[in-house]
């Protein structure tokens, strides 16, 4: 079945397992890097307030799926599971957001984006930012949805005219949680034989033992950890306790790759390497960038590498 027919035949599905009371319809959504993801919206009809959470599932994942199991039970399965999470998680107007600062404020978060890669979005929305070298720095809320997970949202200027509060007031609750948020730093060695483990792999370890010094810096999660490049005390820590400045490599969203500098690599080397991983292995809405960056640990300062 080809994508368009599927998406006939799940919307209808998906209709008769919602009801008439429920909307099952589709939506693009434009997420980091310009990335459009088509999605499977559940709303309540007739529905007035202007919808700040909803619940949307990727209709790639979806099609991926049924390509894979056809019109089983297990894909029947899937789609009840759907409706049992939209029930829990059902669309969110603007009321259901706190409206006490006091309580919202230890959830807001940075994340970064690649300028270059995000202009437009940012000329279409309306929410505070700030730059960092080539990045910009937006904000998100983090919101406890369902028993099942979390949700967030950009910070937008009408959000901060319903919590009544100003950019500065706004910026410092996001400086006050990155510094109280726990990140790490673990050697690629350690994170690689980790994942050997997990999945039971057969590899030579000596030989593993030869390869470049690499660490991955990323928060406890491992979800959107690559703010940690703003947590300056902690890189100038590292490369202290290193002895080196370091080559940092924007890996994903989620984190990065520090290399102490011992005066043998090549930035056109590391750079054409970091664009070529994100290229064919990291998702397009998950990269960062394809700059490297580089840490001098006396100055405590990050510039990008030429």
Request: with cysteine; net charge negative; proline share 2%.
């Amino acid at each position: 079945m080809e994508y368009q027919e599927f998406k006939v035949m799940i919307q209808k599905r998906m209709q008769e397992i919602m009801g008439d009371a429920i909307e099952v319809g589709f939506e693009t959504y434009l997420k980091n890097n310009h990335t459009e993801i088509e999605a499977m919206t559940l709303k309540k009809k007739g529905l007035q307030t202007k919808v700040m959470l909803s619940p949307a599932i990727h209709l790639q994942d979806l099609y991926i799926l049924y390509k894979k199991e056809g019109d089983s039970e297990k894909f029947h399965a899937c789609l009840v599971e759907i409706k049992k999470l939209y029930m829990e998680q059902e669309s969110k107007g603007l009321d259901f957001i706190d409206r006490d600062w006091d309580s919202i404020k230890g959830s807001i978060c940075m994340n970064l984006l690649y300028e270059d890669w995000n202009k437009e979005w940012l000329e279409e929305e309306e929410v505070s930012h700030c730059k960092f070298l080539n990045f910009v720095i937006v904000l998100r809320s983090i919101v406890d949805i369902s028993s099942q997970g979390i949700g967030s949202m950009v910070v937008t200027k009408e959000l901060m005219s319903y919590w009544q509060i100003t950019e500065e007031e706004l910026w410092a609750a996001a400086w006050e949680n990155l510094y109280q948020e726990r990140f790490y730093i673990q050697s690629m060695n350690d994170v690689i034989k980790s994942e050997i483990r997990e999945h039971e792999m057969d590899i030579d370890y000596k030989e593993m033992d030869s390869m470049l010094p690499l660490y991955v810096l990323s928060n406890q999660k491992r979800a959107y950890g690559a703010r940690a490049i703003l947590r300056t005390d902690l890189l100038q820590a590292f490369a202290m306790g290193a002895g080196r400045n370091l080559y940092i490599l924007p890996s994903s969203v989620h984190e990065l790759i520090l290399i102490p500098d011992n005066g043998n690599y090549s930035v056109d080397d590391m750079r054409e390497t970091v664009r070529t991983i994100n290229e064919t292995q990291v998702p397009e809405q998950d990269r960062l960038s394809d700059t490297i960056y580089y840490f001098q640990k006396d100055s405590g300062t990050i510039e990008i590498a030429e």
